[in-house]
């Protein structure tokens, strides 16, 4: 315990606090990891080392250790022990249309792709209405699983109306941003897009190309991008691991039909749930 003295005491829980004594052992370990004493990927120490240390139950260790991980601050290696996990990736989620690609390549990380599928298939019913287009018409279908250096971090499959943009069949998306090549090489200029967040869980194949258990939470999210004249030309599918990812959002206050500067301006969209 020596590498955290100042947590060394007992008295560091409160035992007549109201706070429940799992929540006040969670927040102390969280400072310990947010304040950058514990490194990712430094072992914590173990749960009887935390009971001795801080004259608590086993079970009350294991609640603050389990939310933790379920926050993705901590991960276990089976006989090995508890780890501090790496920061969780930051995507944005609506007011820059971007991709993943363009998203790490912002925050200087580097972004590496693998193209597990790239076929010209007929649409069926869901992915004709996304496209606004009839069932039956040829789609372009991208599977791509994305990570961040040897890191798995999601799993999108895109479609795209095959008669908009042919030639993207034959192109190599395992190193470059399909938004950028769309505009730059195809002359296809993106307006907006509409995309819709959700819990999931993994299911087989996701948890094996990922990296993570069946049934781990992934993040859902659905997109469709429109070209200025407001056709749709992508609409994709992608859940990202939820230990690893998270998204931000910039708001802004706006008055019933005013923009933020007092301009006339559409409602956000409403926050739905699923029936």
């Not at 948890?207 to 407001?230: F, H, N, T």
Request: with cysteine; charged share 25%.
């Amino acid at each position: 315990m020596s590498d955290w003295p100042e947590l060394g005491s007992v008295e560091a829980i409160q035992k007549d606090s109201p706070l429940p004594l799992y929540f006040q052992l969670k927040e102390l370990l969280r400072q310990e990891i947010e304040s950058g004493h514990w490194q990712p990927g430094q072992r914590i120490p173990s749960e009887a080392e935390l009971c001795q240390a801080f004259d608590i139950s086993r079970s009350v260790v294991r609640q603050a250790l389990r939310e933790l991980e379920y926050q993705g601050l901590l991960y276990r290696e089976q006989g090995k022990g508890t780890f501090v996990a790496q920061p969780k990736i930051s995507e944005s989620l609506m007011q820059d249309l971007s991709g993943f690609y363009e998203d790490m390549v912002a925050k200087g990380l580097t972004p590496v792709t693998k193209v597990l599928r790239q076929e010209v298939q007929p649409a069926d019913k869901k992915i004709a209405n996304y496209l606004q287009i009839e069932p039956g018409d040829q789609v372009i279908v991208i599977e791509r699983l994305r990570s961040v250096g040897s890191e798995p971090i999601n799993l999108v499959t895109t479609y795209l109306p095959y008669d908009i943009c042919p030639d993207l069949i034959d192109e190599d998306l395992s190193t470059q941003s399909l938004y950028a090549l769309l505009e730059k090489k195809h002359g296809l200029e993106l307006s907006h897009g509409r995309r819709t967040i959700e819990a999931v869980a993994a299911n087989q194949y996701e948890a094996q190309l990922l990296g993570v258990e069946e049934g781990a939470p992934l993040v859902l999210l659905d997109s469709v991008s429109y070209l200025k004249d407001g056709r749709p030309i992508e609409y994709f599918h992608a859940v990202h691991r939820g230990d690893r990812s998270r998204f931000e959002v910039e708001v802004v206050r706006v008055r019933r039909g005013e923009g933020p500067l007092g301009h006339a301006a559409e409602l956000p969209p409403t926050i739905s749930l699923r029936p």
